[in-house]
């Protein structure tokens, strides 16, 4: 339970926001090119994280450092109770960043420490708390600000957050460090292959979570409604994060599954790019469901191509730092192409061209296990 509720807390301060930004833009006169560094500080800072997590579990330590994570979103969303500037709601923006990737690259190896024989039932717990968040700040966030203003419902992140913090700081356990830091996988070209698929495929993740429920206001949908659509999409999110959990193993060479969800995720960006009112509701279906399902298996298949423990979390923590440094970039060049035509049609364009890209290259990123299945299939044969 302690992992679900330190996830719970990583997704509302950036999912909130994009319900509300319109209001935002009027009240602080922010342009679209500024809203987006809302959703691309912190991913980015999530990628600079995951690079330097094993220096941080060596140097401050999984459950301090955890600690540290959490304090900074509860000081983040206190400041946002009394923002009165663009520049303030930036500058918080990037100190929860900070501390989100902070805890996210410390909570795996917190789990696989003092939990081996549950960690990956933890770490689906933590994830499920991550997406959790989404939904109920997304769809609860133009609501609240209706009721209570946008300081109120942006501030009260820290509420949660502080609970969590306390929950943290009294159950996690002693605090323990690395004595070694893995070497992370510079030289290897396959590794950078798997940052670049990891980090276009969550193009989609951030894009929508940046300005999905903008696109639809700008159609003339109610912000409430927006909110909901994103709440839907997290939801979504939700339900086939579950499905390839129970259905992954099925399948021992990934590429099937993961084309068959790229495939849904282009289904539903056509929708949203052709006719986005009429087809809203496959749309959202589509996208969440597709958006849910490749973030695991991207990770799954960056484990595949490891041979060892040690291995494993230098792979990872190279591919998520570099590819969350690549997704950041999405919503910032969906803010300038708002900023220049008015319109976020395009960047749905872009987008479709990075999951036809990202289609391409799943075809190359064999799972080495079934690699060695069919060549020594071949031998029999031969």
Known sequence: MLALLIGLNLRPIMAAVGPLLDVLQQDLGLSSTQASLLTTLPVLLMGI??????????????????????????????????????????????????????????????????????????????????????????????????????????GSAMLPALLALVAWLRHAGSQQRHSESPVLPWRRSRAWALM?????????????????????????????????????????EVVAGLLVSSLVHRFPDRRPLLSLVLCIILAGLG?????PIELMLPAVLLVGLGIGALFPLQLIVTLDHARTPSEAGALLAFVQGGGYTIAALMPLLAGLIRDTTASLEWAWVCLLGGMLLV???????????????????????R
């Open 271 to 275: 929708c949203l790019i052709i006719s």
């Open 49 to 154: 994280c995951a690079l330097g997590g094993p220096w941080l579990q060596r140097r401050i330590g999984e459950v301090r450092g955890i600690a540290l994570g959490m304090l900074l979103i509860v000081l983040a969303g206190t400041v946002r109770f009394v923002i009165d500037t663009a520049a303030t709601l930036i500058l918080s923006a990037a100190v929860a960043g900070t501390g989100i990737a902070m805890v996210q690259a410390l909570m795996p190896a917190w789990l696989k420490r003092h939990h081996p024989a549950r960690a990956g039932s933890l770490m689906g717990l933590f994830t499920t708390g991550i997406m959790g968040g989404a939904v109920v700040a997304a769809a609860g966030a133009a609501p609240a600000a209706e009721a209570a203003g946008w300081r109120l419902v942006l």
């Open 196 to 236: 670049a698929y990891f980090g276009i495929g969550t193009c989609a993740y951030t894009l929508v979570l940046a300005w999905l429920p903008v696109y639809y206001m700008d159609l003339g949908l109610s912000a409430s409604r927006g909110g909901l659509l994103l709440g839907a999409v997290s939801a979504m």
């Open 359 to 381: 289609l391409l290259m799943t075809w190359k990123l064999k799972h080495p296990a079934a690699q060695q299945t069919i060549e020594g299939a071949a031998g029999a044969v």
